[in-house]
Nanobody
Framework: QVQLVESGGGLVQAGGSLRLSCAASGRTFRMYALGWFRQAPGKEREFVAAVSGGSTYYADSVKGRFTISRDNAKNTAYLQMNSLKPEDTAVYYC????????????????WGQGTQVTVSS
């Protein structure tokens, strides 16, 4: 079992930066792949980034601007978001699944409550 709690969202101007954190419970944190997804009003939840083992994966829309990382000693994952754009505005969710990551949100069984990110133009 894994419980996830996101933090770090907020309001930022276009071009600014935010760092989201995802704090996880459980002693087997290192065995889980971590993903970040986002959902804007009226849109389907979409993949943003994932990390499993030593590999990271990104959606094309955030590649080069966002960086996902994890600190297994702290049971925490991060999403550093730079050069933010108004189209990045959404609720951002942290998710976990055993072992391998996926870009399909249906394949994640553990979710945080979400944190709002709003980018003003």
């Amino acid at each position: 079992q894994v419980q996830l709690v996101e933090s770090g969202g907020g309001l930022v101007q276009a071009g600014g930066s935010l760092r989201l954190s995802c704090a996880a419970s459980g002693r087997t944190f290192r065995m889980y792949a971590l993903g970040w997804f986002r959902q804007a009003p009226g849109k389907e939840r979409e993949f943003v980034a994932a990390v499993s083992g030593g590999s990271t994966y990104y959606a094309d829309s955030v590649k080069g601007r966002f960086t996902i990382s994890r600190d297994n000693a702290k049971n925490t994952a991060y999403l550093q978001m730079n050069s933010l754009k108004p189209e990045d505005t959404a609720v951002y969710y942290c998710a976990a699944r055993p072992f391998a990551s996926s870009e399909n949100y249906h394949e994640y069984g553990y979710w945080g409550q979400g944190t709002q990110v709003t980018v003003s133009s």
